[in-house]
C-alpha cells in the first residue's frame, strides 16, 4: 500500500507570512495532486503534477514534484486569511492493485491571522 | 445544480440501524469513490468503482457496502450503524489518466 505523510498537521501564521506545506510518499508515484477544502464544502483541486521536478504556479502558490517522484511540496508567499483551509495531496494509483485508487493524506490545516 | 449530488446532506441514526447515502452525478464520468473524513485523519478511502460492473474495495471498506446502479449512481450502505461511523462522508467522480476529482458537499452522519 503507497502511503502519504503530509506535515505540519497544523499551521497557525500572521498574514503576510510564507509557509511550505510537504507530501512524502512511502515510494514512487505517478503523479500527485493537491486539493484544498474549505469547511462545509469538498476538496477543490489546485494543481496536477506529473514530471519529476516539475514546478508550477499559481499566483502565490508554488507546487514542486521531487525530483525522485516520493515527494511534493506546497509554497504559499504572503498568505493571506482567505487561504484558510485544509490542503490536501493525493496520488493516483498507477498499476498493480493501485490503478486506478485516489489516495489522500492526511491534510494540513492552515489558518492565517489577519 | 451541482454536478456532484450526495443526499442526505446531514443525517442522525440509531447504532444498528441500516442506513443508505446517495451520490448521483452529472459529468458522465466512469470512476465514482466515497470518503469518509474524520477530524485529522484527511480523506480515507472506502468504495471506488470504474463502471457499473466494477466495485472495489478501499482502504476501510469493513462495516460498509455499496451499489453502483447506473453510470451516474453510486449509493453507501452501512448494513449496522455503530457510533465509530459518525463522520463526513463525500462522494467524487473522475474520468481516467491524471484528471482531476469532483467532490460532492458530503453528508454528515451522527450514529448515536
Known amino acids: 500500500t503507497q502511503l502519504l505523510e503530509q506535515s505540519p498537521q497544523f499551521l497557525s501564521i500572521q498574514e503576510g507570512e510564507n509557509l511550505t506545506v510537504y507530501c512524502n510518499s512511502s515510494?514512487?508515484?505517478?503523479?500527485l495532486q493537491w486539493y484544498r477544502q474549505e469547511p462545509g464544502e469538498g476538496p477543490v483541486l489546485l494543481v496536477t503534477v506529473v514530471t519529476g521536478g516539475e514546478v508550477k504556479k499559481l499566483k502565490r502558490l508554488t507546487f514542486q514534484f521531487g525530483d525522485a517522484r516520493k515527494d511534493s511540496s506546497l509554497h504559499i508567499t504572503a498568505a493571506q486569511p482567505g487561504d484558510t483551509g485544509l490542503y490536501l495531496c493525493a496520488l493516483r494509483g498507477a498499476g498493480g492493485t493501485s490503478y486506478g485508487k485516489l489516495t489522500f493524506g492526511q491534510g494540513t490545516i492552515l489558518t492565517v491571522h489577519p | 445544480d451541482a454536478d456532484v449530488t450526495q443526499t442526505p446532506r446531514n443525517r442522525i441514526t440509531k447504532t444498528g440501524k441500516r442506513i443508505m447515502l446517495e451520490c448521483s452525478q452529472t459529468?458522465?464520468?466512469?470512476?465514482m469513490y466515497w470518503y469518509r473524513q474524520d477530524p485529522g485523519l484527511g480523506l480515507r478511502l472506502i468504495y471506488y468503482?470504474?463502471?457499473?460492473?466494477?466495485?472495489n474495495k478501499g482502504e476501510i471498506s469493513d462495516g460498509y457496502s455499496v451499489s453502483r446502479q447506473a453510470q451516474a449512481k453510486f449509493s453507501l450502505s452501512l448494513e449496522s450503524a455503530i457510533p465509530n461511523q459518525t463522520a463526513l462522508y463525500f462522494c467524487a467522480t473522475s474520468s481516467g489518466g491524471y484528471t482531476e476529482a469532483f467532490f460532492g458537499q458530503g453528508t454528515r452522519l451522527t450514529v448515536v
Open positions: 468503482s470504474f463502471d457499473v460492473k466494477d466495485i
Open positions: 515510494s514512487v508515484f505517478s503523479s
Open positions: 459529468k458522465g464520468h466512469d470512476r
